[in-house]
């Protein structure tokens, strides 16, 4: 047997009565009565038939092409309950008899899950990526860009302007922007990185504080010889003494050693412009919807 569409119209002409291939809605008090069933007896309107049957449709449609019934103010709704809402996103109910309280407006009742019901990532979320192509629908590079709060509501909800670097219009507010850097965990409290917020203020390329040694092999004692001539003098014939003649042949004069010594030496620097590890890069998008 051939499929049937979704939405035909079954009931037409029942037992002479209402002929109709409309959807009409048979009210309140014949939904609680109900018809009275056999031949001759109390058979509904072809067009109450057709909109029963299609209600039947609807709802069948819904898990069909969402996986997920359209929510309903009446419904009432388990936890871990989905929903398809008038925004076009699914959401997750977090309460137990869940019943009347609209999805897109009622945070306390739903999670928002995303545009598919098997998103898993909730708005804010990072996800890095092996491209750099246009981000997946319901993603936004993180590029510092400035958005409109009405564009994105969602996300201005969670990250407010905590990203805002100066400039934006109070309509406006800053996505992060990760181009080029490492992640560090926010501190938190732990002490290890104090002072630190979540923002677009970039923490400086910074070393460790040390000191460096150096030495140098101990060497070099050593001593100085000075040759003089010997020279005589008028006065006292015999008596050598320094001069300018070599009368009595020369004198060798060596100086006392210096001693071993050291040096101070001087380190020269190395490196480029930044500390950083060894690294490959990606591309961070951030979850809006």
Same mark, same amino acid.
């Given at each position: !047997?051939?499929?049937?569409?979704?939405?035909?119209?079954?009931?037409?002409?029942?037992? $002479?009565?209402?002929?109709?291939?409309?959807?009409?809605?048979?009210?309140?008090?014949?939904?609680?009565?109900?018809?009275?069933?056999?031949?001759?007896?109390? +058979?509904?309107?072809?067009?109450?038939?057709?909109?029963?049957?299609?209600?039947?449709?609807?709802? %069948?449609?819904?898990?069909?092409?969402? $996986?997920? !019934?359209?929510?309903?103010?009446?419904?009432?709704?388990?936890?871990?309950?989905?929903?398809?809402?008038?925004?076009? %996103?699914?959401?997750?109910?977090?309460?137990?008899?869940?019943? @009347?309280?609209?999805?897109?407006s009622s945070t306390a009742y739903w999670r928002l899950i995303g545009s598919s019901l098997y998103s898993s990532f909730s708005v804010g979320e990072y996800k890095d990526v092996a491209h750099n192509g246009s981000p997946d629908?319901?993603?936004?590079?993180?590029?510092?860009?400035?958005?409109?709060?009405?564009?994105?509501?969602?996300?201005?909800?969670?990250?407010?302007?905590?990203?805002?670097?100066?400039?934006?219009? $109070?309509?406006?507010?800053?996505?992060?922007?990760?181009?080029? %850097?490492?992640?560090?965990?926010?501190?938190?409290?732990?002490?290890?990185?104090?002072?630190?917020?979540?923002?677009?203020?970039?923490?400086?390329?910074?070393?460790?504080?040390?000191?460096?040694?150096?030495?140098?092999?101990? +060497?070099?004692?050593?001593?100085?010889?000075?040759?003089?001539?010997?020279?005589?003098?008028?006065?006292?014939?015999?008596?050598?003494?320094?001069?300018?003649?070599?009368?009595? @042949?020369?004198?060798?004069?060596?100086?006392?050693? +210096?001693?071993?010594?050291?040096?101070?030496? $001087?380190?020269?620097?190395?490196? @480029?412009?930044? +500390?950083?590890?060894?690294?490959?890069?990606?591309?961070?998008?951030?979850?809006?919807?």
């Amino acid at each position: !047997m051939a499929r049937q569409p979704f939405n035909k119209r079954w009931a037409e002409g029942v037992e $002479s009565q209402d002929s109709s291939t409309t959807f009409q809605d048979p009210g309140d008090i014949r939904i609680d009565s109900g018809w009275e069933g056999g031949q001759d007896k109390d +058979a509904p309107p072809a067009g109450q038939e057709n909109w029963w049957h299609n209600r039947v449709d609807s709802a %069948l449609q819904d898990l069909e092409r969402r $996986s997920s !019934m359209s929510w309903h103010a009446q419904a009432i709704y388990a936890t871990g309950a989905s929903c398809f809402a008038s925004d076009g %996103l699914y959401y997750e109910s977090i309460a137990d008899a869940n019943v @009347g309280n609209s999805p897109g407006s009622s945070t306390a009742y739903w999670r928002l899950i995303g545009s598919s019901l098997y998103s898993s990532f909730s708005v804010g979320e990072y996800k890095d990526v092996a491209h750099n192509g246009s981000p997946d629908s319901g993603w936004l590079k993180c590029t510092g860009a400035v958005l409109l709060r009405t564009a994105y509501p969602k996300l201005f909800a969670i990250i407010g302007t905590t990203y805002n670097t100066g400039g934006e219009l $109070s309509t406006q507010f800053r996505l992060p922007d990760w181009r080029g %850097l490492f992640p560090r965990f926010l501190d938190d409290g732990r002490g290890v990185d104090t002072g630190r917020t979540l923002g677009n203020t970039v923490q400086a390329s910074q070393n460790l504080a040390h000191g460096h040694s150096a030495s140098t092999g101990s +060497a070099g004692a050593h001593t100085h010889k000075s040759t003089f001539n010997l020279d005589r003098t008028v006065t006292t014939p015999g008596n050598a003494v320094f001069g300018d003649e070599n009368f009595y @042949g020369t004198s060798v004069i060596e100086t006392s050693s +210096a001693g071993a010594h050291v040096h101070t030496v $001087s380190i020269g620097s190395s490196g @480029g412009t930044e +500390a950083r590890p060894v690294n490959l890069t990606q591309v961070r998008w951030i979850r809006y919807l």
